[in-house]
């Protein structure tokens, strides 16, 4: 089965700096897709940004980025020029691209606080 | 345009009794999925549904949870004689195409229904 791992219960930043956000997985396939999800207080499931297993390129959406490491089965979130905004639980997801697999594993999120 | 809607937000049972989480997908959206998450926890995946069908649900708990997606209206996860362990809050999510074959169809998650069970 496959499992994610977010290591860091909590993390705390200053406005403006950057911050990363550790992720690892578990998984005996080789095609996948990885996804970090942002749930603020109102609950919401947010996509941020997502990525391919077969992609070698590190995906980017703006303040955004990710360091993928398949072979280490590595999956971090980079946030650059943190805001307020951002605070927010963060989720790092996987999930198998073959059939029949039609869920998100999620790990245990991270907590990101924002110091202005 | 309106996303993915879930009702109630909040929802108090006493134990033994019935609760009734609510669903509609965005327009246009024929696939959905529901996730519990539990304090502290990420999203577990519960069940997958097309209009009508169950398509996967081997996330679901085997006794007491059932879920539906008639051909009109919204989803239901209808969850029998609550027990305490059932709090939580529960996600419902929306697609255009199945998870399976799409990356590029994603999943709108609506602001789920926080469950409490007195």
């Known amino acids: 089965a496959q499992t994610v791992t977010q290591s860091q219960p909590e993390m705390s930043v200053q406005e403006a700096e950057t911050v990363t956000l550790s992720c690892t997985y578990d998984?005996?396939?080789?095609?996948?897709?990885l996804f970090w999800y942002k749930q603020p207080p109102s609950r919401q499931m947010i996509l941020v940004i997502r990525?391919?297993?077969?992609?070698?390129q590190n995906a980017t959406e703006n303040r955004f980025s990710v360091n993928f490491q398949k072979a280490a089965k590595s999956f971090s979130l980079k946030i650059s020029d943190s805001q307020l905004g951002d605070a927010a639980m963060y989720f790092c997801?996987?999930?198998?691209?073959?059939?029949?697999?039609?869920?998100?594993?999620f790990g245990k999120g991270t907590h990101l606080i924002i110091q202005p | 345009n309106a996303g993915v809607m879930q009702n109630p937000r909040h929802l108090v049972r006493r134990r033994g009794q019935e609760a009734r989480l609510r669903c509609s997908p965005m327009?246009?959206?024929?696939?959905v999925y529901w996730y519990r998450q539990l304090p502290e926890e990420g999203l577990k995946f519960m069940v997958y549904?097309?209009?009508?069908?169950?398509?996967?649900e081997s996330g679901m708990p085997k006794e007491r949870f059932s879920a539906e997606f008639p051909k009109e209206g919204p989803s239901i996860l209808r969850i029998q004689q609550v027990v305490r362990g059932d709090s939580a809050a529960y996600f419902c999510?929306?697609?255009?195409?199945?998870?399976?074959?799409?990356?590029?169809?994603?999943?709108?998650f609506g602001n789920g229904t926080r469950l409490t069970v007195t």
């Open positions: 999510a929306s697609s255009s195409r199945p998870q399976r074959e799409s990356y590029n169809s994603p999943l709108h």
């Open positions: 998984t005996s396939e080789s095609d996948y897709y």
């Open positions: 990525q391919e297993a077969y992609k070698q």
């Open positions: 997801a996987y999930k198998y691209s073959g059939g029949g697999a039609d869920g998100l594993t």
């Open positions: 327009k246009g959206h024929s696939h």
């Open positions: 549904l097309q209009k009508e069908n169950i398509i996967d």
